[in-house]
Nanobody
């Protein structure tokens, strides 16, 4: 079992930055690929970024490529999402998720989810 707790969301103006954190319980954090997803009101949950257990490889949705950076600190059992140049269309609840297998861009492949943190970008 892995428990995930996100933090760092908030209200920011367009062009600003936020850093989301996701703290995981357990002693085997490095075995899990980690992903960030988001869900805006009235829309389906969508993939944002993912990182392998070692942190050696990352992948991003086209909509955030070049603006967002996913990273992890396995010593701290934490994964981060640095979000720069934020746009109003980035407004959503952001979720982190853990995948006890290969990393994936599909939410159905993730085994554990956090409760989400709200990010609101004003224009």
């Amino acid at each position: 079992q892995v428990q995930l707790v996100e933090s760092g969301g908030g209200l920011v103006q367009a062009g600003g930055s936020l850093r989301l954190s996701c703290a995981a319980s357990g002693r085997t954090f490095s075995r899990y690929a980690m992903g960030w997803f988001r869900q805006a009101p009235g829309k389906e949950r969508e993939f944002v970024a993912a990182i392998t257990g070692s942190g050696g490889s990352t992948i991003y949705a086209d909509s955030v490529k070049g603006r967002f950076t996913i990273s992890r600190d396995n010593a701290k059992n934490t994964v981060y999402l640095q979000m720069n140049s934020l746009k109003p269309e980035d407004t959503a609840v952001y979720y982190c998720a853990a995948n006890d297998a290969n990393w994936s861009t599909r939410s159905r492949n993730y085994d554990y989810w956090g409760q989400g943190t709200q990010v609101t970008v004003s224009s």
